[in-house]
């Protein structure tokens, strides 16, 4: 495995999944919003709390089929970006970070509005400078957790379990005393269902802990058991105390003192304890209420801790998985090497924190701004699980599914209610006049502060998508292969190894023939090639008109397949002849691919694209990006016919035990050939011992010899320690006659500006060169996916 693709332990269980959703899910939200929420909707927010639990517990049930299909770090982010592709997959990994950043804020302001009381009464001058003590709170424990989680997770966890127990104890006793107390409610709505349903997007903060369980599902142990039921769980249980905490506070403190209070569940036990001084000898209702004040203020403390404490977590975890799929810089993407935790992220994360504490958002805004980004991300999480139901990748296993009862029913309800939680938030139903000139245009609604920073948020995570990663970031949206999905084949059988030739140069066409051959013959059983020519023509004439004018060029093409079956007989190999007209000659040879079930296909190369090709592509472009089967490029060197000193570039590329394995196949077929692997490796660093390459570069031809499985082949092993990888690669090349390597993982804008090594191998040689990449199946495009489904 190479540095950047470093994997973290798998130390968090249950319990410890469980606590760090429960956490964040019983914190701020349960001591902080019910003031916040009471102005907004009075005692009806207790169903804006059930209706976030009922959005929640959908988007809940999504991810844990999601996340125990691909248990990986990232959560939302991954699912988004494997299924959707990373255009999505930017959005929703930059909206998570800004999302859970914001939530950490607002859960650090949370504990500074809290911790003011407990220590007012004991320190003067905290008194004369209640706004800047919150501020100065909030960013000392902001930086503390920042430094707790830079230090490891087991570490977080242990902390996470104290605490929620704790909380769940202390509000389990407050409910009970509430309701003994006989709350009794008022008017019930009197701002109106639109409100209820604006304030589902202001509480909605509150219900972001079981994404926090998926975001480090590459953590848990056994994510298939553990997963679904701690993201369950973690959403049912607070949703149930949420409510109840409305309905105690709301109906024990008047709704104008209640909206007022910063500290609203210390208030509502301040009155809640002195109705029980009868029955506790020695207490007097004062000292009780004192009492009940100061355990609510340490409970919030304790909560709000917890909650920004499983954010920051959290979105380290989404940076360090948007740093892994090349969304992010590769510097983020970086493991301690002894505490094994992304620090860097962590880092990052906690200073971007302290900024929104330090400029002074308000605590609202940080809470609503966190529910928008999250409720867009939860969109895009059902569209995912849909679109991987319906592509049903090799990748994508899920132990745990929605249940077929409730499927599709679940992500279209879940995404509808997402999306109507957005408009309700964001927009306010006032029309609004802009002017311009003599002109004037009126809108019939208009954004809220909050629509606004999160179009902003998303339009920046489009931005970001199309100026740095769209060029490094790989293409992976499976929304193609969802729209028009592959009939799984029926074994029929078939144990033919089979390669597919596309002939087209009579000069390369025997040379081609034989590599197909060498592969041919190195597997056990039967083996054949297919040889196949395709005559483009273009749109305007019908292909049956071609073949009636053009016989010069269908001659020919017969002349060439017939030239192929004279080869073949010299080879000793099996081969069909399939000649094609069609309109697109790499549209054509891929067909074959599909129907014969080919395990490789073979096409000839000159060792280079032109500017032009690079933009619009050429014909070996396609077939490359979408063959389900290997594929080998091959330059044709002066002395085909030579193949005697083959040598193998080595790298850590997963292309390369393919070429590996085309090239002991080539060795094979030829008496007297030689097979060597080269690898390259940089200098010793300073204080490291000098041998310390030539091992690495060792160990590395020994791994990719193992996985290529051609241990039986003899072969040399060579390495080479330079500072200037491509010139020394130049430079021992030129010794061998056949040189193989693994296809490039450059993106097609860094090859048009600077060429990929390949190229430079195949235009600065006089050598055959061999490309060879391995098979994998590239996901359809949806323009290519929507003509399929119109094609029936």
């Not at 490291?688 to 003899?714: F, K, N, Q, Y």
């Not at 490309?771 to 994998?776: H, N, Y």
Request: hydrophobic share 50%.
């Amino acid at each position: 495995m190479s540095e950047t693709e470093q994997e973290l332990a798998r130390d968090l269980g249950f319990l410890e999944a469980y606590t760090i959703g429960l956490g964040t899910m019983i914190g701020a939200g349960i001591f902080v919003l019910p003031s916040i929420a009471a102005e907004a909707a009075g005692p009806a927010a207790m169903v804006s709390f059930a209706l976030g639990g009922v959005v929640s517990l959908l988007a809940a049930l999504s991810l844990s089929e999601l996340a125990t299909g691909m248990p990986k770090a990232g959560g939302s982010y991954y699912y988004v970006n494997r299924a959707l592709g990373p255009f999505f997959g930017s959005i929703v990994g930059w909206g998570m970070w800004a999302g859970l950043t914001f939530a950490s804020a607002f859960y650090m302001l949370g504990f500074g509005q809290y911790l003011l009381p407990l220590l007012t009464p004991h320190v003067d001058i905290l008194a004369e400078m209640t706004a800047l003590g919150k501020t100065v709170a909030a960013l000392g424990m902001a930086a503390l957790l920042t430094g707790v989680n830079y230090y490891g997770v087991k570490e977080t966890g242990d902390l996470q379990n104290v605490i929620v127990i704790t909380l769940v104890g202390l509000i389990l006793a407050f409910l009970t005393l509430g309701l003994l107390s006989g709350p009794t409610i008022g008017e019930f709505n009197p701002e109106g269902w639109p409100a209820v349903a604006a304030t589902v997007g202001t509480v909605y903060v509150s219900f972001i802990g079981f994404e926090v369980i998926a975001t480090s599902a590459e953590e848990i142990k056994n994510p298939s058991r553990n997963l679904p039921l701690a993201m369950i769980a973690a959403v049912v249980t607070p949703t149930i105390l949420y409510v109840g905490v409305m309905f105690i506070s709301t109906g024990t403190i008047p709704l104008d003192i209640l909206a007022d209070s910063e500290v609203p569940v210390k208030i509502v036990a301040e009155d809640i304890l002195p109705g029980f001084a009868s029955i506790v000898p020695g207490l007097s209702p004062s000292l009780l209420a004192s009492i009940g004040g100061t355990v609510m203020i340490l409970g919030a403390v304790l909560a709000t801790v917890s909650s920004a404490n499983a954010s920051i977590l959290s979105a380290a975890r989404v940076n360090f998985a948007m740093g892994r799929d090349q969304i992010l810089v590769e510097w983020l993407n970086e493991v301690h090497d002894r505490f094994r935790t992304p620090y860097r992220a962590i880092t990052v994360t906690g200073i971007i924190t302290l900024v929104l504490i330090a400029i002074g958002v308000g605590i609202g805004t940080l809470a609503e701004v966190a529910s928008f980004m999250y409720l867009v991300t939860y969109t895009l999480v059902h569209v995912a699980v849909v679109v991987l139901r319906r592509a049903n990748p090799d990748a994508y296993e899920p132990t745990f599914q929605i249940p077929s009862v409730l499927y599709p029913v679940v992500p279209i309800l879940g995404a509808a209610g997402c999306l109507g939680v957005l408009v309700q938030m964001s927009t306010n139903m006032v029309p609004y006049t802009i002017a311009f000139g003599g002109m004037s245009l009126t809108a019939p609604v208009q954004l809220t502060i909050v629509g606004m920073i999160g179009i902003v948020l998303i339009g920046f995570g489009i931005g970001w998508y199309y100026l740095y990663a769209r060029d490094r970031a790989p293409a992976m949206s499976l929304v193609g292969d969802a729209i028009a999905p592959e009939t799984t084949a029926a074994a029929d059988g078939d144990d033919v190894y089979r390669v597919v030739v596309s002939v087209a140069n009579p000069d390369t066409e025997r040379d081609l023939l034989r590599k197909a051959a060498a592969s041919a013959h190195a597997h056990d059983g039967e083996a054949e090639i297919v040889a196949v020519n395709v005559i483009e023509v273009p749109d305007q004439t019908s292909l049956a008109q071609d073949l009636t004018f053009e016989e010069e060029r269908v001659d020919r093409q017969q002349e060439l397949l017939a030239a192929a079956r004279d080869v073949a007989v010299d080879l000793d190999v099996g081969l069909r002849t399939r000649a094609i007209v069609g309109r697109d000659a790499a549209s054509a040879v891929l067909d074959v691919v599909e129907d014969e079930n080919a395990d490789q296909v073979l096409l000839g190369w000159t060792g280079k694209r032109s500017r032009r090709e690079h933009v619009l592509g050429s014909t070996i472009d396609p077939i490359v990006g979408h063959a389900s089967c290997d594929v080998t490029l091959v330059k044709r060197g002066p002395k085909p016919d030579e193949c005697e000193d083959v040598m193998v570039l080595v790298g850590e590329g997963p292309h390369t035990p393919v070429a590996a394995r085309r090239a002991a196949e080539y060795v094979a077929s030829t008496e007297g050939a030689s097979l060597t692997l080269l690898n390259i490796q940089p200098p010793a660093e300073e204080g490291e011992d000098a041998v310390e390459p030539v091992e690495a570069g060792e160990a590395l031809i020994e791994d990719v010899i193992e996985r290529a499985s051609v241990t039986e082949t003899a072969y040399e092993t060579r390495v080479v320690v330079d500072a200037d990888t491509e010139e020394a690669i130049m430079d021992a090349a030129a010794a061998y006659d056949t040189i193989c390597v693994g296809a490039t993982r450059e993106s097609a804008v860094s090859q048009a500006l600077f060429g990929s090594l390949p190229e430079h191998l195949g235009t600065d040689l006089d050598r055959t060169v061999v490309v060879a990449r391995g098979s994998e199946r590239s996901p359809m495009s949806i323009q290519d996916a929507l003509i399929k489904r119109l094609e029936g």
